[in-house]
Structure formats: C-alpha cells, structure tokens
C-alpha cells in the first residue's frame, strides 16, 4: 500500500467529485465548481486543494486557505474529508498535517474546521488539538415529495425579482449581502468590503443560480434575497439568505426563500439542502416549516498556534 498527499490537478476533477458527493451529500459540487475555485482562489487566500491518494486511487481531500476577507488576521480554515471506507488507515492525519503545515508556513494563528458529529471524527480532532467551538446542522428537502407553503402576500412597495434581473449592475446586491453578512454570529468575522472579489467568486461562480436566487425589493431597494446554487440538474443549495437592517422583522428573508424554492420545484429540482448554526432556533424554525430535515451536524473546531 503506497499512500501520498499532492496538490490537485485538472484530471482529478471528475473522481474528486464522486469522492466528495459520498464524504458529504449534502453539499453541491460540479467539476466545472471545483476548476473554478482552484483556478481563481485570491492570492491572499493561499489556497491549496490537496489530494490524498492510495496506490492510485483518490481517497480523501482537503480544502486549505487563509481567512484573507476577516477584519482579524491569522485565521484560516481546513476542511479534510475521506472516503469512509479508508477511515482508520492514516489518510486523514496525513492530509491534515500537510494542510497545518502549509497554513503555519503562512503565519496563521488558528486553523479552524468543521468534524462530522460523530464519535470516531469528533477523536480524532480531539487528539490532534482541536477544540470544540459551535454545532450546525445540514438539512434536507424533499422538494418533489414534499409540500411547500404558498406564497405569502407581498408586503405595501414590495415586488419579486431575481438576481438575472441584476446582470448589468449587481452592485446592488454586493450591498444587501456585506450588510447581512456581517451580522451573521460566527467563529469568522467576515468582511466583505471588496466589490471584485465578490464579483469573482459569487457572483461568478459557476454553481451561483442567478435565475433561481430570488430578490425582494421595497419602494425600488434591496431588501431581502436568497442566494441559491444549483448542479443545473436535481440538487439545490439555499446558500446565504439575508435581511437588510432597515426590514427587517417583516418576514421578507422567508417570502424571498419560499418563492426560490417554489420556482426551484417547478424546475425539476428534487432536493434542496441548507446549514444552519445549532443554536439559530429562529432559522431552524423557518426550515422546519418548509419541511426541511437534519440530515447530519458537524461542530466547527479550532486549532490555535502560540
């Protein structure tokens, strides 16, 4: 048995996706999503998809780079995953350690991670000096079994748009989401500030559904929206769905949600997937009226540096 870690290439694409769809299958992936983030990663984000391989065949892979949009510096993220067939066999700490290597090569000061909430990943992080930080649960819809709510009536000056309706100026939308996104309760402060950035990788991101990403406007402003990626074929992935300060408390992030997912069934989409922080009651509640199911949860670690 002859096990490596490498960086990844264009030709893994392909197996890289087959991996991930059965480590976590209730994320959205393409290949054309993955050349894209390794194509574009920022420079400052030190990005490295690593791969792990044995005796030729891919096993497991990690998602390695530097927080470079937080106000605070030093933070970076990790994310290993491997096939659970060859849990046990030391695919996991290899990869983890080459990822920790290249992050502390970058100066960081904690490496943070998401663990599957079960008691074999949750050891493992143990042993390697992660410690716990918050829960989240992923969740699934059975868009084509399920029912969904009707619409909501729309508020005085609102209307219904989408994010194709902004392809000549999302400027907009950059605005409605820096605002919602930096009231978001995190582990990693976000800022999104950087109007290009933003530009290259959400709002062209090849799994960004701008027909599908509904946008609630009041007296002519953003107010709400619900951004959505999709593998243009069955699964759907509700990515940050958020309020601006001035509206909220009208119920405009749940209309924005509810249109997206109707329209979405009428597409042919069959399953939707969501993640919500454990401890967002209020959001888990808006899911579970939709008919959203936990379908895993995995707690966030940290690894810290002195």
């Not at 992080?125 to 918050?134: F, K, V």
Request: aromatic share 8%; proline share 6%.
């Amino acid at each position: 048995m002859t096990m490596i870690v490498r960086d990844f290439r264009a030709e893994d694409a392909a197996a890289l996706v087959r991996l991930r769809r059965v480590c976590s299958p209730y994320l959205v992936t393409t290949e054309e999503a993955v050349l894209f983030e390794v194509a574009t990663a920022n420079p400052a984000k030190k990005y490295r998809l690593l791969i792990a391989e044995e005796d030729g065949e891919i096993i497991g892979t990690a998602r390695a780079g530097v927080v470079y949009d937080s106000g605070e510096p030093g933070q970076s993220s990790v994310f290993p995953e491997v096939h659970p067939d060859h849990w046990g066999r030391g695919a996991g700490s290899l990869i983890l350690r080459t990822a920790e290597e290249h992050l502390a090569a970058e100066g960081v000061r904690s490496i943070y991670a998401w663990v599957l909430d079960e008691p074999s990943s949750l050891a493992f992080a143990a042993l390697r000096g992660y410690r716990p930080t918050r829960p989240a649960h992923f969740q699934r819809l059975d868009l084509a079994g399920g029912t969904l709510p009707g619409l909501p009536p729309l508020p005085a000056g609102a209307e219904l748009r989408t994010a194709a309706d902004y392809t000549d100026g999302p400027r907009p939308l950059f605005e409605a989401d820096a605002e919602a996104t930096s009231d978001v309760p995190d582990d990693i402060g976000l800022d999104l500030d950087d109007y290009e950035d933003w530009l290259g990788h959400t709002w062209n991101h090849p799994l960004f559904d701008r027909g599908l990403s509904t946008v609630v406007v009041v007296d002519g402003e953003v107010a709400a929206y619900a951004v959505v990626q999709t593998d243009g074929r069955t699964r759907y992935w509700s990515g940050m769905t958020g309020t601006r300060r001035a509206h909220r408390g009208r119920g405009l992030a749940k209309l924005a949600k509810t249109d997206s997912l109707r329209r979405a069934r009428a597409a042919g989409y069959t399953d939707a997937f969501t993640a919500n922080d454990a401890d967002n009651g209020p959001m888990l509640a808006v899911n579970r009226s939709f008919g959203y199911e936990i379908c895993a949860s995995h707690v966030r670690h940290v690894r810290t540096f002195t």
